[in-house]
């Protein structure tokens, strides 16, 4: 169960109240993060799911709210005092919102014991089974090489999210993602690289990365490699994250006997074109940080001119998915 003698906390701006019972004197702990923005409901049920958690250490849950208007805040300190809560006051995004808790993580633990603790990276859309945090954390604490850790990710229609376990989007991954070919050829180990689905889901593996909607870090390596990107908004900083973390020699492990539901697209709600536009952005962003620099500007200018392409293409079904509708 998380540490129940936890009070609430407040952000305002760049001004942070410390609470003088949050503490990590413990050897081994878990962080639970989870940003918010107006998802009263699944948030709810989020932290139902995790105080129904049994695990051996202790656990502190904090919630980043990004100025919601829908009751969050008041459900939090009616329903759920145990938990942290820091107010944004205002939507600042997924990569900085964690930051906001990752900062305060790092000043509650002592340097000497960071490689006992560990952060799980949430959505409020994300319900974690009893056992799943235990079972992510034991990933850790057998193999002290590996960093990230991430469960399998079921869908609500009972489908496997893809996204649990994959690749890095190289220009060559990506090309076959987006022109359909890996979903036409699942089992190819060539075109189906990019989400891994050549890979029994029920096998634990060894991947580039696991989805930041539920993602357990060692605080060791946050600590060493830094935070997350803060140039992504909503889309790639997990990718981004693991990349960087790689780059550092730790591993990436997934873990399907740890599971949990996503709702996917319940934390940021229905689709419109900022979010297209932030999704398409952060593929460009990824690409410019991590392999343009190597690349003859002839092939960054067809990777921007194709990612530039889909988005137009996702705008426009988007436009007449509208129309439909009406």
Known sequence: ??????????????????????????????????????????????????????????????????????????????????????????????????????????????????????????????????????????????????????????????????????????PGSAFWKLTGLATLFPRSRW?????????????????DAVSGACMLVRLSAIAETGLLDEAYFMYGEDLDWAYRIKARGWRVRYEPAAQALHLKGGSWGRRDPRVLWEFYRAMALFYRRHYAPRQPWPVRALVYAGIGARFLVALAALAVRRVVRR
């Open 191 to 207: 075109l189906a690289r990019y989400n891994l689905t050549f890979l029994d889901p029920d096998t634990p593996a060894d991947v």
């Open 1 to 170: 169960m998380w540490d129940s003698t936890t009070s609430p906390g407040v952000i305002t701006g760049e001004r942070v109240f410390q609470p003088a019972s949050v503490t990590a004197d413990a050897p081994r702990g878990v962080w639970v993060v989870v940003v918010n923005y107006n998802t009263a409901g699944l948030l709810e049920r989020c932290l139902e799911a995790l105080r129904a958690s049994s695990l051996d250490r202790p656990c502190t849950v904090i919630v980043v709210d990004n100025g919601s208007r829908d009751g969050s805040v008041a459900l939090l300190r009616e329903r759920f005092p145990e938990v942290l809560l820091l107010e944004a006051g205002r939507n600042i995004g997924f990569a900085r919102a964690n930051n906001v808790a990752l900062r305060r993580v790092l000043a509650l633990v002592p340097e000497r014991v960071r490689g006992e603790h560990a952060v799980l990276l949430l959505n409020s859309d994300c319900f974690v089974e009893p056992d799943t945090i235990q079972r992510l954390v034991a990933v850790l604490d057998d193999d002290p090489g590996v960093a990230i850790a991430g469960p399998k990710l079921v869908l609500q229609d009972g489908r496997l999210d893809l996204a649990c376990r994959r690749s890095f989007p190289t």
